[in-house]
């Protein structure tokens, strides 16, 4: 039964129904409706303050070595050479979204903004945010994507444009999960353990392990156009002599059978589909020796999607500007695993909201 949305005229309130006057019900919050209105808005906020160098310009060191400048907006204008009004208005905004502290209406880095949104912090975000959503445009066209089951200019017309400062974003906070992930899985308690590590970007699974086993080898394969952030990377932190790169698509390029002791699928099966992404599960598990691990990080989504909103919104991400991209479940991806060989999974968490499976390919198995 539809009920009217003027109180006074509702049927579904009337004390006859709840024992008390229509006037004691109090109706939902619009708060959820206007934080996701505010979304669009809070993410550039967002981006405003990382591009015309807020955070850095705050925690440059001031007359006191150690403490973060506080500035007022009128002081941060005139040394970023801003509008003062208009830089107000923003710094106000970032501490509305906790991104910054004011005080007195003097300005300062809190927690989060020093960590994650300063370019030098220990878990920088910075160039991350800008190329997190994927294409502005492809949001604008949700709708039409859903009508049309893919969108109009996916990621896959043009991937090296796309992947190339996603990596670079990304970077720090894979490698970070990727050597934190050692607590669990101990991979530099290996010999010297060969890795393949498919579309790895700018290959922080394989760096970390090459970095805790010195004996350790590592093929590393991208696409063209972005290989050469794994060069870079690589060389960066010591480790590009012993790596071996492998342009091409992962789909296709060659792979030894039977030669590793670890396969890193990070972070690509959710772009691939179901077919796709079971196919680099097979390619991985023909391209291990018996006993030999795969690592598979993405974001899963739980049993029920409310409980990982985090993987949903990611799975969406996908959807939105990839022609296969669609968020994977758990329960999809050990499935997959378990068809294709393997055993001994395992679910791990080496950061939060990173995940990874690991999994066994038995002794015996070709
Ligand atoms: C989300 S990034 C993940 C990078 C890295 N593995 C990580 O975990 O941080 C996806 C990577 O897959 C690469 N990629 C996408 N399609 C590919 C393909 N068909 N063949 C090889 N690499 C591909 C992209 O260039 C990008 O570097």
Not at 84 to 101: F, I, R, T
Request: charged share 20%; with cysteine.
């Amino acid at each position: 039964m539809a009920d009217s949305p003027y109180p006074e005229l509702k049927k579904s309130h009337v004390p006859e129904r709840v024992g008390r006057p229509w006037s004691d019900h109090k109706p939902p919050p619009s708060a959820p409706v206007w934080a996701v209105i505010g979304g669009l808005g809070s993410f550039h906020v967002l981006v405003a303050g990382l591009e015309l160098g807020v955070f850095d310009a705050l925690s440059d060191r001031g007359a006191n070595p150690g403490i973060p400048p506080e500035l007022t907006a009128a002081e941060l204008a005139d040394e970023l050479g801003l509008s003062a009004p208009h830089l107000e208005a923003l710094l106000d905004s970032l501490a509305v979204l906790g991104l910054l502290e004011r005080v007195s209406g003097r300005y300062g880095l809190n927690d989060t903004a020093a960590r994650y949104l300063t370019t030098d912090g220990p878990a920088s975000m910075a160039s991350l945010v800008p190329v997190a959503p994927g294409p502005l445009d492809n949001w604008s066209h949700l709708a039409d994507t859903i009508r049309a089951g893919r969108p109009a200019h996916p990621i896959e017309d043009n991937p090296a444009d796309f992947y190339r400062p996603l990596v670079e974003g990304t970077f720090t906070t894979m490698l970070r999960a990727a050597t934190r992930a050692d607590l669990q899985l101990r991979y530099s308690a290996m010999a010297g353990p060969r890795v393949l590590d498919l579309g790895a970007g700018g290959a922080p699974w394989a760096i970390a392990i090459l970095k805790a086993c010195p004996e350790a080898t590592a093929v590393i394969n991208d696409l063209d156009g972005v290989i050469e952030i794994a060069h870079r990377t690589t060389t960066e932190y010591g480790v590009a002599n012993r790596c071996n790169f492998r342009p091409g698509n992962f789909h296709t390029i060659e792979i030894e059978p039977e030669c590793y002791d670890i396969a890193v699928l990070g972070h690509i099966c959710r772009t691939e589909g179901p077919e796709g992404a079971q196919h680099l599960i097979a390619r991985a598990h023909e391209a291990l020796r018996p006993e030999g691990r795969l690592l598979l990080a993405d974001y899963f989504v739980a049993p029920e999607p409310q409980w990982s909103p985090h993987s949903v919104l990611m799975g969406m991400t996908m959807m939105a500007s990839t022609v296969r991209g669609f968020p994977i479940t758990a329960a999809q991806t050990a499935n997959w695993l378990k068809d294709a060989g393997f055993k001994a999974l395992r679910l791990i968490e080496p950061i939060g909201h990173q995940y990874a499976y690991t999994a066994t390919k038995p002794k015996g198995t070709p």
